[in-house]
């Protein structure tokens, strides 16, 4: 994976001013563009859409300050207008070409990015695979924007917003595995860009056969594998941090890839404040 993803990158480089196929990039090296595109953000931080516009930027901004004209410049980096141009060049330095062409600046550059596989082995991951039956996410769903870090202030509200018996009804629906009350993440942007919506169903798993109440939303999830990945510590720094290790550590080392679906994260254990807990973190996977 590591290889791919620095051709990934060379192939960017050579092809600034093009379009990108980044299908066809997973496709010749044998995996997909939905894990290709995710273990991407996860390591380079950034979406690959994002990093190749941060690169065109940086590369059209000696264009702009060698005084060749706007359009034509806009247009080699594959834009159809000097606004598109000026909008991303804006989003990217933080000012316009006239003003850097007029100042020397300011620039941000955007290096090419190269991908190293550290090996450190000091944090060992308690996982397992597991092939779960065809089942029914159930509860209540809302989108919110999605943030890497901390908590988010949007799903707390979602689950605030439910009376406690709401709670308890959906706990005596939950009739597979992962059991208990979930925290489910669907329809995430393939980049896993922050910021980007994706929606969350606070509730449980049942039989693909269960019958369900009118008013929860239902996620329907074929039969598959799964990577389970058990955190005990500071809720939630602890499950991020797992999450995080997954693309650094665990999927680069190991025979599997994400496929398309939600993720799980089911709560085993916490405690009364919610200051710290034991979670399991489902991934869908197939053999890479």
């Known amino acids: 994976m590591i290889a791919t993803l620095n051709g990934l990158v060379e192939l960017i480089e050579h092809q600034l001013a093009d ?20 273990m991407f953000s996860s ?10 516009r941060r690169r065109r930027m940086t590369v059209a901004a ?3 300050l060698g005084g060749g004209e706007l359009l034509a410049i806009a247009v080699r980096y594959g834009y159809g207008s000097t606004e598109a141009f000026g909008r991303a060049f804006v989003a990217v330095h933080g000012a316009s070409p006239a003003d850097v062409r007029r100042h020397g600046g300011p620039l941000r550059t955007q290096p090419q990015i190269r991908f190293r596989l550290t090996v450190e082995g000091n944090t060992p991951m308690d996982t397992r695979i597991t092939e779960q039956p065809a089942l029914r ?4 769903a809302a989108r919110v924007p999605l943030i890497h870090e901390g908590v988010n202030p949007h799903i707390q509200a979602h689950i605030a917003s439910l009376p406690a018996t709401e709670h308890d009804r959906l706990k005596e629906l939950s009739s597979a595995e992962p059991g208990g009350m979930l925290q489910v993440s669907a329809d995430v942007d ?6 980007s919506e994706l929606t969350y169903l606070h509730g449980v798993s049942v039989t693909a056969d269960a019958m369900v109440p009118d008013d929860l ?6 039969t598959g594998l799964w990577a389970v990945f058990r955190t005990t510590g ?8 797992t999450w995080a290790a997954t693309a650094t550590d665990w999927f680069p080392s190991n025979p ?11 709560v085993v254990e916490r405690a009364a404040d919610f200051s710290t807990a034991t979670t399991e973190l489902w991934l869908p996977v197939e053999r890479a």
Do not use: F, N
Not at 190 to 195: H, I, N, R, S, T
């Open 256 to 266: 599997w890839r994400l496929r398309p679906g939600p993720s799980i994260v089911a």
């Open 19 to 38: 379009e990108i196929d980044v299908s066809a990039v997973s496709s010749r090296a044998g995996t997909t563009e939905y894990h290709l595109r995710r």
């Open 217 to 222: 939303t239902v996620i329907e999830v074929p």
């Open 234 to 241: 500071p809720y939630p720094d602890a499950l991020q941090s």
């Open 43 to 52: 390591l380079a931080g950034m979406p690959v859409s994002e990093y190749i």
């Open 137 to 140: 996410l159930v509860g209540h």
């Open 62 to 64: 000696a264009e702009v």
């Open 190 to 195: 393939p980049d896993y860009a922050e910021g």
